[in-house]
Every structure is written in structure tokens, then in C-alpha cells.
């Protein structure tokens, strides 16, 4: 990677260790300061800010198992299949997280069960017509962009949610004082439940992989719309980090370092899968 395509990137690892450098000493008088729990916004962000991301990765799933099964070589519909499983299994989760963040009584309903279900089946088809709408040649060119974005979102899910269940830090809505509060590199243990995972936060970690978007006009060589998704993605980073934040369930630091993970698989995977992409 040349230099002078180093220079967003590094602007982002500073200004996201800085603000983890903050966090270490204020954590708890920034939430004190920003937390307001029943925040319409911060409450509708909670329920809305994953899904873009989580959908984009099923939809890539989906293409994938396209292009997989235009392939006809041995073994390729077994392939698909396991690529079309994986965007439902992407769909479904997405699906049913977001059911739960509206209304736990609703999500344990065995109806809301049942049309995640139907949900999933009628998404992933969706997904499926429009990826076999994708004209051969530019399905084949933007193939290395749709596996960096399922690679992303995998590593991102398992990662987040090992650091989520050692770490165990509580999260500031659910503490009852200060004698709560634990520094973020700190491990506490084990989380007993969702309130013991603050840190990191899930849903900034997830808001970074909508930047992958732009992976897909770097290969079909189009840098004005690649460079414009790139913009809109740190903004929307930005705006999902402060929701966390209002609505209590992160401090600054949870969400700098749910930010600085996802953004190095990026970078990583990239490397992997993207090689020839230009720029981050």
C-alpha cells in the first residue's frame, strides 16, 4: 500500500487511540455526561445500526453462491449451498438481534420465531435474483471484494464475542455506582450475562464492515463512488459510536477498540483476498 493510500487509514488509528487514550482516564464522566437511556434516537440506533452491515454480509453469501454455482466445476453446488447457508444463517441472526433489541417479550414469542423464518427465505431469494442479475464478467471481477466482506464479518464475529464473554466488563446503564466501574484494559472475567459485555462494542465493530462496501467500486475501478461510500462509512461509524454511548451501553473506549479491531481485520483481510485493490 502506497503512502499516500496509508493516510486515511493512519488519520483513523489516531484520532480512534486517542480517544481510547481519553476513555482510560474519563470513561465514566463522559457517559455520566452523555448517557440519557431513553433517547428516542440512541434507542432507535440500538435496534438499527446493525443490521446494514450484517445484511451486507449475507448479501454477499449470496453472491458468492451465485457465482459458485455459474462455476460448474466438482463440487460446486455443495459449495454454493454452504454459501447460501451461511447469508441465511447471517439473515436470520440479523433478523432476530434486531427483534430483541426492539422487545425481548416479542422476540421469545414462537410466532416471532416463525416469521424470522419466512423472513430469512424471502430475504436470502431476494438476495439470490439480484446477485444472478450481476452480469458474469462483473460478478467474476468483484468476487474478491464479496469473500473479504464474509471473511470480515466472520473474523469480526468471532473475535468480538470472545473478547466480550473473558472480558466481562459491565456496561455503565447497569451499574448501580462507581464501585462498578473497571478501567477497559482491565479483564474482569467471564461475563455473566449481556450486561457484563461493554467492552468492546459490538455494534461499532459491526458499523465498520458497511466500509467493505466500498471494496466493490474499487474493483470495478470506480474511485469517486469507492472514495464517496468511504466517507459516508466513517461517517456513520462516528454517529453509531456516539448512540452507544448516549444510550448507556458503552463507554468511549468500548467503542474506540470495537472500532480498532474491526477496522485491522479489515486491513487484513483486504491484503488476503483484495490484494490488487489499491486503496482503504
Not at 20 to 41: C, H, K, N, P, R
Not at 224 to 232: N, S, V
Amino acid at each position: 500500500m502506497k503512502i499516500k493510500n496509508c493516510f486515511v487509514p493512519v488519520i483513523l488509528y489516531v484520532l480512534l487511540f486517542a480517544g481510547l487514550a481519553v476513555g482510560t482516564f474519563y470513561d465514566y464522566q463522559i457517559s455520566q455526561t452523555l448517557t440519557q437511556m431513553e433517547d428516542s434516537w440512541a434507542r432507535f440506533m440500538e435496534i438499527w445500526a446493525e443490521p446494514p452491515s450484517l445484511l451486507f454480509v449475507a448479501f454477499s453469501f449470496a453472491a458468492l453462491a451465485v457465482y459458485v454455482l455459474k462455476q460448474k466445476v466438482k463440487g460446486h453446488v455443495y459449495l454454493s449451498v454452504l454459501c447460501a447457508v451461511g447469508g441465511a444463517i447471517s439473515t436470520y441472526s440479523t433478523i432476530t438481534r434486531t427483534v430483541e433489541y426492539y422487545s425481548v417479550e416479542v422476540y421469545e414469542m414462537t410466532l416471532t420465531k416463525i416469521l424470522s423464518v419466512v423472513g430469512t427465505v424471502i430475504i436470502m431469494a431476494l438476495f439470490m435474483k439480484l446477485a444472478s442479475m450481476i452480469k458474469d464478467e462483473t460478478l467474476k471481477k468483484i468476487k474478491p471484494a464479496f469473500v473479504t466482506v464474509v471473511a470480515v464479518g466472520l473474523a469480526t464475529l468471532v473475535i468480538i464475542s470472545a473478547v466480550k464473554t473473558v472480558w466481562g466488563r459491565e456496561r455503565f446503564r447497569a451499574m448501580e455506582d462507581i464501585s462498578h466501574f473497571t478501567r477497559w484494559y482491565i479483564p474482569v472475567g467471564r461475563a455473566a450475562d449481556d450486561a457484563h459485555k461493554s467492552f468492546p462494542s459490538g455494534h461499532t465493530s459491526n458499523a465498520v464492515i458497511i466500509y467493505t462496501v466500498s471494496f466493490i467500486y474499487d474493483k470495478l475501478g470506480d474511485k469517486k463512488k469507492a472514495g464517496i461510500i468511504k466517507g459516508l462509512a466513517i461517517l456513520w461509524v462516528a454517529l453509531v459510536m456516539f448512540s452507544r454511548m448516549v444510550c448507556g451501553a458503552h463507554f468511549l473506549s468500548d467503542t474506540c477498540a470495537g472500532a480498532i479491531i474491526t477496522m485491522t481485520i479489515v486491513i487484513v483481510c483486504r491484503k488476503i483476498f483484495c490484494k490488487d485493490t489499491k486503496s482503504l
